[in-house]
């Protein structure tokens, strides 16, 4: 209903001009060649406020997304990504490091994370299994995607609940064995799982850096709980 309306919008106004146009060329009254303006120039105005609503709505739309991120990576995520970065062996990135860096540093740390290892396939799979855990999530933002229409978001979470699920299955047929060792004897199914643990550590740090550039106080208030998580969780398996 809203694009036949833009449509109609749209037509009219060049139809009044065009009407004055046709006027003016019957008359040679010059008078008529302003009143055709005016419509044009009503429709571009019109078009500018538009587009300026719609940006401002996109980016009020965006900052709700990154509270909702900021409650939901400070509990029912936590320990996925702080498993993700305890089983990362190359970047070398911490969480003590995240909330110590600048902002220049973050952006670089997010730049060399283009490229991830992990320490082995046994190291991977607590992290596998968290995103198992954390399925609701991932569903949940899946759902926000579509309210806030945010396409590339709902896409990467489609991608994520099909990967779940290959896990789910996996692990119903294969009771007891490691997901892990599967993937590594089959290079697609590695691939994806690269990809999405991999992702994982980047759009963590695509957080960080836009908390530390927006909400530095926020900024550092999460990454001193993770932190503080990845500590405890450290002296635990010690202990």
Same mark, same amino acid.
């Given at each position: 209903?809203?694009?036949?309306?833009?449509?109609?919008?749209?037509? #009219?106004?060049? &139809?009044?001009?065009?009407?004055?146009?046709?006027?003016?060329?019957?008359?040679?009254?010059?008078?008529? @060649?302003? @009143?055709?303006?005016?419509?044009?120039?009503?429709?571009?105005?019109?078009?500018?406020?538009?587009?300026?609503?719609?940006?401002?709505?996109?980016?009020?739309?965006?900052?709700?997304?990154?509270?909702?991120?900021?409650?939901?990576?400070?509990?029912?995520?936590?320990?996925?990504? =702080? #498993?993700?970065?305890? &089983?990362?062996?190359?970047?070398?990135?911490?969480? #003590?490091?995240?909330? &110590?860096?600048? @902002?220049?540093?973050?952006?670089?740390?997010?730049?060399?994370?283009?490229?991830?290892?992990?320490?082995?396939?046994?190291?991977?799979?607590?992290?596998?299994?968290?995103?198992?855990?954390?399925?609701?999530?991932?569903?949940?933002?899946?759902?926000?995607? =579509?309210?806030?229409?945010?396409?590339?978001?709902?896409?990467?979470? =489609?991608?994520?609940?099909?990967? =779940?699920?290959?896990?789910?299955?996996?692990?119903?047929?294969?009771?007891?064995?490691?997901?892990?060792?599967?993937?590594?004897?089959?290079?697609?199914?590695?691939?994806?799982?690269?990809?999405?643990?991999?992702?994982?550590?980047?759009?963590?740090?695509?957080? &960080?850096?836009?908390?530390?550039?927006?909400?530095?106080?926020?900024?550092?208030?999460?990454?001193?709980?993770?932190? @503080?998580?990845?500590?405890?969780?450290?002296?635990?398996?010690?202990?």
């Amino acid at each position: 209903m809203k694009t036949l309306k833009t449509v109609a919008f749209y037509t #009219a106004f060049p &139809a009044v001009s065009a009407v004055f146009l046709v006027i003016e060329h019957l008359t040679h009254i010059e008078f008529f @060649l302003h @009143l055709a303006a005016i419509p044009i120039e009503v429709m571009v105005a019109v078009f500018i406020v538009e587009k300026l609503l719609e940006r401002k709505e996109k980016q009020d739309k965006r900052r709700q997304l990154m509270f909702i991120k900021s409650y939901m990576f400070r509990s029912d995520m936590r320990n996925l990504f =702080i #498993a993700n970065f305890e &089983a990362l062996k190359s970047p070398a990135v911490t969480m #003590a490091k995240i909330r &110590a860096a600048s @902002l220049e540093e973050l952006r670089r740390m997010r730049q060399e994370a283009e490229k991830v290892e992990y320490k082995s396939p046994e190291d991977m799979e607590p992290v596998i299994m968290e995103y198992v855990r954390t399925q609701h999530v991932w569903k949940s933002f899946m759902e926000r995607a =579509i309210t806030y229409n945010f396409e590339g978001i709902f896409h990467d979470m =489609i991608y994520i609940l099909h990967f =779940i699920y290959d896990v789910q299955t996996f692990k119903d047929s294969n009771p007891g064995r490691l997901f892990m060792s599967e993937a590594v004897q089959n290079k697609t199914l590695l691939a994806k799982v690269m990809k999405v643990l991999g992702d994982g550590i980047r759009r963590f740090l695509d957080y &960080a850096v836009e908390l530390k550039e927006k909400q530095p106080p926020m900024f550092d208030d999460v990454l001193a709980d993770y932190e @503080l998580a990845s500590r405890l969780k450290r002296i635990q398996f010690d202990a």
